[in-house]
């Protein structure tokens, strides 16, 4: 089972717990600031907007001011130097609302933690066969099945998704072409292959699938 370190809700499409590097780098704003610490994604943005609200030239001030300039980056670096670099940014203490403790800092803070960065992206193209086409999505190697579709739908709105079918093959009845949706690529025996990165996922219209009843059932009502 997955191990979820945070759960969001992004955009009211799907929970993210895991996040691609590229993903953390458009959070660079007071109200949306995320910093990688040790491969855990941190959402700092509450914090971030109380420096607006704090006396100019004080301590407190100056250490966001140094945090500020480290939006969507992977700070881990700066922290296995801390002892060496006297920043104001890594006394900064959870004093905003949003922390747990006043008494941690905001690197030790656990309610800052959203996720983490993924162990390995995936790169998928998904082929639609009632379209003749194909799209390809950049996804987590921990992303189930169903957020991977998700993120595809959100990418690329389909009407009608929910008479959409996905499989491992352009097989329409081969059982072993199913795919469990609460299970990752990797658990459906779609294994990363660094020789060749690109791992294909089918699209089908239920109508499309012409063989016998009871293959249809089967794996429709696994659904």
């Known amino acids: 089972m997955k191990k979820k370190i945070g759960v969001k809700i ?3 499409v799907y929970n ?3 996040y691609r590097t590229f993903e953390v780098l458009s959070h660079i704003q007071h109200n949306d600031f995320y910093v990688i610490l040790d491969r855990r994604v941190l959402d700092l943005s509450n914090l971030m907007r109380s420096i607006d609200e704090m006396p100019s030239n004080g301590k407190n001030q100056s250490a966001l001011e140094q945090l500020n300039m480290f939006g ?3 700070i881990s670096d700066l922290f296995e130097k801390r002892t060496l670099n006297k920043l104001e940014m890594f006394d900064l203490k959870s004093h905003s609302e949003y922390g747990l403790s006043k008494d941690l800092f905001w690197w030790e803070d656990p309610a800052y933690v959203i996720g983490a960065i993924t162990i390995q992206e995936r790169h998928v193209c998904i082929r639609n066969k009632a379209k003749n086409n194909q799209c390809h999505l950049t996804v987590c190697e921990e992303d189930s099945i ?3 579709q998700a993120k595809f739908f959100a990418a690329y709105p389909e009407k009608n998704s929910e008479h ?3 499989r491992k093959t352009e097989s329409t009845c081969c059982p072993s072409a199913h795919l469990s949706l609460d299970k990752t690529l990797t658990e459906n025996g779609l294994v990363f292959d660094p020789d060749n990165e690109v791992t294909f996922l ?9 063989c016998n009843n009871s293959c249809v059932m089967n794996f429709l009502g696994q659904l």
């Open 72 to 74: 969507g980056t992977d």
């Open 16 to 18: 993210k717990c895991f």
């Open 10 to 12: 992004i955009e009211n």
């Open 164 to 166: 959409i079918i996905w």
């Open 146 to 148: 169903y957020e991977i």
């Open 202 to 210: 089918w699209m089908f219209h239920k109508a499309e699938f012409t």
